[in-house]
């Protein structure tokens, strides 16, 4: 179990935390990482660990994102317990969450949490530095304006990825050309709010109480909209959870109608990581509204 770390982060973890590794056991479902649940004689971990020159920064990132969405105290964040790089590997070392079934009042304490985290506020939208959605680098240079911050850091840069390795042709290009001119219109203006970016349901676990836990961020100031969207793109969020939600921050008229739009985006994500499944589900939405 334990020779399944590679052993330069196994003597640096036991440095790092005077501890003596006993026991590790890989967790299943990672696509860009290894990673699982670390024992020691001081207590257990999560530990997780990729190739640093493939995925520069991306663990540095994740961990001030981690400890962005850690300080609103809404609702469980891991936290993080040290971040490293030795011999061309980074890894992250996050308190271990024990999950367990959820509890009554889960997605009521969800929603009322989310919606706390939402109201965390900044004067611009993006971030001081910049980290990954998924495998793929994530630009957060801040703008004053959220269209011009959602076309150009987030829809054109994984257009122009899908067009250069021909995800896409130039027709579907254009009619995403066609849809920026028209964003104005249709998205409205709030102040930038805090979001966990990539908020699906697989980065939204129970912590050892039965309550919400949020892992696996690609942090952000947004509009808040986006974290809903994609809580429904591939379901599990229960109808409480919005409820509650729209009780402690309420929604915008017509936000159901721009979740397609704001959708748009980790479903480029996808149709760059995995391919052309998604392509169609693209050109739909596209249809809607050009």
């Not at 998205?187 to 970016?197: N, V």
């Not at 980065?203 to 942090?219: K, R």
């Not at 959870?241 to 959708?263: C, H, M, T």
């Amino acid at each position: 179990m334990v020779a399944s770390i590679p052993p330069e982060v196994f003597q640096q973890i036991e440095m790092l935390t005077n501890s003596r590794i006993t026991a590790f056991a890989f967790a299943g479902g990672g696509c860009i990482n290894r990673g699982g649940r670390l024992t020691t004689d001081q207590g257990r971990f999560f530990l997780k660990w990729n190739d640093a020159i493939k995925f520069p920064g991306m663990f540095a990132s994740e961990a001030r994102g981690l400890s962005l969405l850690r300080a609103c105290n809404s609702m469980t964040v891991p936290e993080v317990i040290h971040e490293g790089f030795v011999n061309g590997i980074q890894f992250l070392l996050l308190e271990y969450i024990d999950g367990r079934e959820k509890a009554s009042g889960y997605w009521e304490h969800f929603g009322a949490g989310l919606a706390l985290l939402h109201r965390q506020p900044s004067a611009t939208f993006g971030l001081d530095h910049d980290n990954y959605i998924g495998a793929l680098p994530q630009s957060n240079s801040p703008d004053s304006s959220w269209v011009e911050f959602f076309v150009g850091r987030r829809l054109q840069a994984q257009l122009d990825l899908a067009l250069n390795n021909g995800k896409i042709d130039h027709g579907v290009y254009a009619k995403f050309q066609n849809l920026f001119q028209k964003l104005p219109s249709l998205l409205p203006q709030e102040a930038p709010s805090l979001l966990h970016g990539d908020l699906w349901g697989g980065n939204l676990m129970t912590d050892g109480s039965g309550q919400p836990c949020l892992i696996d961020p690609a942090v952000y100031y947004g509009h808040r909209e986006v974290d809903l969207a994609m809580t429904q793109l591939f379901g599990g969020f229960d109808r409480l959870f919005f409820e509650s939600y729209n009780n402690g921050y309420p929604l915008i008229p017509g936000y159901r109608e721009r979740f397609d739009i704001y959708n748009l985006y980790p479903l480029l994500v996808h149709l760059n990581l995995f391919g052309r499944a998604y392509h169609s589900r693209v050109v739909s939405i596209l249809e809607e509204f050009v």
